[in-house]
Every structure is written in C-alpha cells, then in structure tokens.
C-alpha cells in the first residue's frame, strides 16, 4: 500500500512556485501542488532575515520521495532549498485513491 505525504517546499517568487508545481503535477510526481504566499524568518550564513516566499505544499506518494526531491532540486533556485515530507497518517479515502491515481508509480 502507497505512503501518501505532503511534501513542503519554498520558493523565493510566485513564478518559482508556479513553475516547480506546473512541473511535478505535469509529470505525475505531485496530484495537486497548493501554492500560499508566507513571511519566512530564518539564519543564513550567520545573518537573521525575514522575507516573503512562496509555500508549496504537495501532495504525493511518499515512494517517490528519491524522485521528486531530485526534480525540485534541478528546477530550485536556492542553494538549499526547504524539502521536508510529512506522512498523511489519516485522510478521506476516496482523496487518497485519487492521489494514488494521478502519480507514476
């Protein structure tokens, strides 16, 4: 049986968000991809910011983690790109078959 996850990412424009999420529900890693503009406080190389960015939250089969970290990393902008999953450890049955019917196994 398919572990279904959300896997969260972001992206520094709109147009970033867009394109990774176009990109992986085109080619069946993500069913759907929720794009939800944020403010991002974070360290990096020893300096504090705060900035807009653009939250991805996509949903897919957890399977096919290897592949779709791979992807978001060759269309990601940033040196370090946030990609974390979270399992779906319950959800509505006929969402997950759906999920399960939109991503290539």
């Known amino acids: ?11 520094g424009s709109e147009a970033e968000a867009d394109a990774i999420a176009s990109a992986l529900v085109q080619e069946k890693l993500a069913a759907c991809v929720s794009i939800l503009p944020i403010r991002s406080v974070y360290t990096w190389q020893g ?6 960015e653009w939250q991805l939250l996509i949903k897919t089969d957890l399977g096919q983690f290897d592949r779709l970290d791979s992807r978001i990393r060759d269309l990601h902008s940033y040196e370090v ?19 399960g019917d939109q991503i290539v196994s």
């Open 1 to 11: 049986m398919a572990t279904y996850g959300v896997v969260l990412v972001t992206a």
């Open 47 to 52: 300096s504090v910011h705060r900035d807009p």
């Open 81 to 99: 790109p946030e990609i974390i999953a979270l399992p779906i450890t319950a959800g509505a049955a006929p969402y997950l078959s759906w999920i």
